[in-house]
């Protein structure tokens, strides 16, 4: 069976609209931009369009390539201090010239609606965060709502990125999972997948994941997202992994629009937060 990313993300689309309706003012957010990157343009695009159609105030911050770190680093220490604008992301990736480290850094952890600032990560391997990386955020929405069960079952993530590897290791040891984690230098990789109840691949090699790889009955959620010749594949071989799989999220339509939604529920909470601040 199939985990429908897209319906649910419309699901909680529709209840933001409705909780979004009733505040003054609208929550609002900004996406800085570096350079002309087709695909940050795409993904830029698509944040814009939801957010407007939530109702959420949205403002593209957009600079050229070449722009200096303290040019970028001002805008954000604007941001900061404004009382009108709730969060912030940087559309990475961002030119090698810049410190993406550094400048995500400069962003305010209470306006950090990516959850990436080294604050916020940390706060989630403490279980106190409420700005939570997107994709993480996401697939755990995701499988909640497929009654996945967490507890005492053994997560098997690959892949050990800031972004998504390293969140879901907190997230699912706060919901009391065992939690292996492979990479690029782990060994007999398909002995380690094959002991997962729940697995998730965020590597970035189509198909890089077959059948050989999955245990019969496992949840499978598949991070990837790889342009082969105009088209789009996971780093899962859909096509045989869903034969074995209990459930498994389609690429496209799975983990990717769960990450841009849980963006836009990161706005709201960043927006509660500092009403209650004030
Ligand atoms: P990343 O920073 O490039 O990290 C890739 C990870 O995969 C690294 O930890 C790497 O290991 C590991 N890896 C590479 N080759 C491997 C192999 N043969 N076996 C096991 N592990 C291997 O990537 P990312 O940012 O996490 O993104 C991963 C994929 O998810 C990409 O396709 C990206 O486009 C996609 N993505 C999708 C969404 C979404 O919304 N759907 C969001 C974010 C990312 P080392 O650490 O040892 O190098």
Redesign the pocket.
């Known amino acids: 069976m199939i985990m429908n990313g897209k319906e649910l993300s419309l699901k909680i689309k529709e209840n933001l609209k409705k909780e979004v309706e009733k505040l003054d003012p609208k929550p609002s957010l900004v996406v800085i931009q570096v350079g002309e990157d087709p695909a940050s343009s795409i993904y830029v695009n698509s944040k814009a369009k939801l957010a407007r159609e939530i109702g959420y105030e949205f403002e593209h911050a957009k600079f050229d390539e070449n722009v200096s770190e303290e040019e970028l680093i001002q805008k954000i220490e604007y941001i900061n201090s404004s009382d009108s604008i709730n969060g912030v992301i940087v559309q990475l990736p961002i030119p090698k010239h810049l410190d993406a480290n550094k400048i995500i850094n400069k962003i305010n952890p209470t306006k950090d609606i990516d959850g990436l600032t080294e604050l916020n990560a940390g706060k989630l391997l403490t279980s106190k965060a409420s700005l939570v990386s997107?994709?993480p955020k996401?697939i755990i929405t995701l499988l909640k709502e497929y009654n996945v069960p967490f507890e005492g079952k053994h997560v098997v993530i690959?892949?050990?990125?800031?972004?998504?590897?390293k969140p879901l290791i907190g997230l699912c040891l706060n919901e009391n999972a065992t939690v292996t984690v492979?990479?690029?230098?782990?060994k007999d990789?398909a002995k380690v997948t094959k002991k997962a109840d729940i697995l998730i691949v965020?590597?970035?090699?189509a198909k890089?994941i077959t059948a050989d790889y999955v245990r019969k009955g496992a949840v499978v959620v598949d991070?990837?997202?790889?342009r082969v010749d105009g088209k789009l594949y996971g780093?899962v071989d859909f096509e045989s992994v869903s034969k074995k799989a209990k459930l498994i999220t389609p690429?496209p339509g799975?983990?990717?629009p769960?990450?841009?939604i849980s963006l836009m529920e990161n706005v709201l909470v960043s927006y509660n937060e500092m009403k209650k601040r004030r």
Do not use: F, Q, Y
């Open positions: 997107c994709t996401g690959v892949g050990r990125s800031n972004l998504v590897g492979c990479h690029s230098k782990t990789l965020a590597v970035g090699k890089l991070v990837g997202i790889n780093d690429v799975g983990v990717g769960m990450t841009t």
